[in-house]
């Protein structure tokens, strides 16, 4: 009964805003899906039925239509019950059955690492996003309640979904403008992976809530008064920001709260476009504006169609304010997002290639979709999702939007990926700039082009989008797989002559053909690149190449040849393999090879790693993270493990890593590090303190640690003391 009155309230919101909603689908929906989910239970003790009602209510929050809120009731039926799309389709519905098949996860393939399963189902909602906008709205209302309700889940767990809801869920909440919902699952993600910090600031935010509030209403008096003087009547809001908007900028300008002067923002709803700049020049005749912090986003809007005035001002007792000021359908356009409106007032689902406002997705897909590791593609996208604009001109006067951070490079390849790929130099407001210069709001830029230029490795070190990063991976790799195969064809020649024939001898007879098909390779090219990558020795290749007796027949014939080069490299690494292998890691399938650890990264027990097969030194192994992981050649990639004796707490296997702490400069501060690290059980090999011209200090400590989690532990402990404001691994 107590769902049925629930279904009942939500029907009365949808009967709100929608103008004749068909009730009886609504309803159908609902006791199929409690009859499916009849016996289940949340974590929290309640019906499991609650969650597809409360996910529903979000949907009509966000004002969509009947096929989004039957899917909104049915979108657990397939993973976690008997049901199948196609009965969906069949009772409900071809737009009902793709809608949950769009966010029903990926449980029937089997997947190496949970990063991989994460990324493929990303990967699945993505694509089916492209086609039908409602897949992702309806993802995020489940998100968002199952945010809600985190906090009866075991720790591990809310740290990984609040991670991931705060690098994909809330930037998506952001590109297609839901404003509110953004900021809900920012704060709820931020509670569960920063809890000290959020209630911190929470509990300080609310220790001075009536003066902040008389405040408000004092700065709301001064305004409204000020633009009816001058004939604007407009509706004016003040709030204090959200918290995790006020730890962002704690953490980017390293200060404490006491010191974030501008925590209120103030909204002026005005009612045309010609007052949003006639209230400007009266705020800022009536109040000092802050250079460098006024932003024009009717001009210029952001992509998914935001626009508002925002500046910052020295309000009354000298307190530092923001204020927004729009129109009543910019802030229609703000607060509820685009997608919703768009879709209700349309009817469409499927977002228009031609429309800006969704150029970005069309992007997302089409940049991304031949990455075939699912992890590289959910990096991409990440960065493609989460970053701060900046806007620039072509020399034609189009507006393009970038990355903060972005370089002349990644301007390149936005105009085609064959002008990023021969850009040779560029010029930023009619200057000539290196490849690697930043561009800023309102530069005009023009690139130069040579057809001899190349893409570049150490582009990568700068270029900020994934489109740019994409595309020159790519050509970087089939340079390196072109080498590879030159090399390949070298060395097996080389190996060939120990047996007095080469190459082309071989080539012409067939032999090459007909030993690649042997050994299971599609073709010569990718046998010779496999040697090349030094993942298949050309000395087996011989071996299935000729029979034995024929071989040691060659052989004597040719026994003063020389070994090759890289032959000779290739032993030296096998005959010293056993005696330099390190301890504690263990390689599928070699157990010969010469083993270290990167030390750009420097991996300790319990990491999620990889092997890279380096020519010359062995294996070397990184973490998975490891930024230069990104850019190293995929096929001499091999899987490694830590052996499960790696994982104690041996201090005799201990390995070296950094950890970066910024902190406040105060005395007593490096011991309480010191006695924390020692309550983890770690040593401090070497330590660096830097201390900067505003109190504060850098501190590096080189610590000896057993495994990641005595790692984590010890970073933990600093992170908790007070006047430490980030602990790191470096």
Known sequence: MQLENRLNTIIKKIRAYHPEPDIEMLRKAFRYAAEMHEGQTRKSGEPYMSHPLEVMDIIADLRLDVASLVAGLLHDTVEDCETTVDELQEMFGDDVAFLVDGVTKLSKFQFNTREEHQAENIRKM???????????????????????TLKYMPRGKQERIAQETMDIYSPLAHRLGIHWLKTELEDLSFRYLYPEAYYDIAEKVASKKREREN?????ISILDELLRENGIVAEIYGRPKHFWSIFRKMRQQQIEFEQVYDVLAFRSIVPEKAQCYEALGLVHNLWKPIPGRFKD???????NGYQSLHTSVIGPYQERIEIQIR????????EEGIAAHWLYKEGKAVPDKDDQKFAWLHRLMEEHQDLEDPREFLEQVKIDLFHDEVYVFTPDGDVMEFPSGATAVDFAYAIHSEVGAHCAGAKVNGQIVPLRHELKNGD???????KNQKPNKDWLEFVKTGRAQTKIRKAVREEQRERSRELGRELLDKELKKYGTNIRAVEKKGLLVETAEKSKFSSIEEMLADIGYGKTQPENIVE?????????????DAEKKKESKIGQIWNRIK?????AQEPGVVLDGIDDIMVNYAKCCNPVPGDDITGFVTRGRGLSVHTRACPRVQHLEKARQIDVRWDSQA????????????????SADKPGLLANMSQSFSAAGVNIKQAHCLTTDDQRAINTFEVLVSNVDQLNRAMRNIEKIKGVYRVERA
């Open 544 to 556: 299935r190449m000729f029979p034995s007796e024929e071989r040691e027949e060659r052989k004597k």
């Open 126 to 148: 993505i694509i089916a996003m492209s086609r039908d906008l409602r897949v992702i709205l309806l993802k995020l209302a489940d998100r968002l309640h199952n945010m809600r």
């Open 327 to 334: 129109t009543a359908d910019m802030h229609k356009i703000a």
């Open 215 to 219: 405040f408000i209403r004092e700065v």
């Open 297 to 303: 986003y009717i001009a210029i809007p952001k992509p």
């Open 444 to 450: 005009i830029v023009e690139i130069l082009t040579n």
């Open 647 to 662: 994982a104690g707490d041996d201090s005799s296997a201990r390995r070296p890593v950094k950890i970066k702490v910024y």
């Open 575 to 579: 005959s010293r393999g056993n005696r």
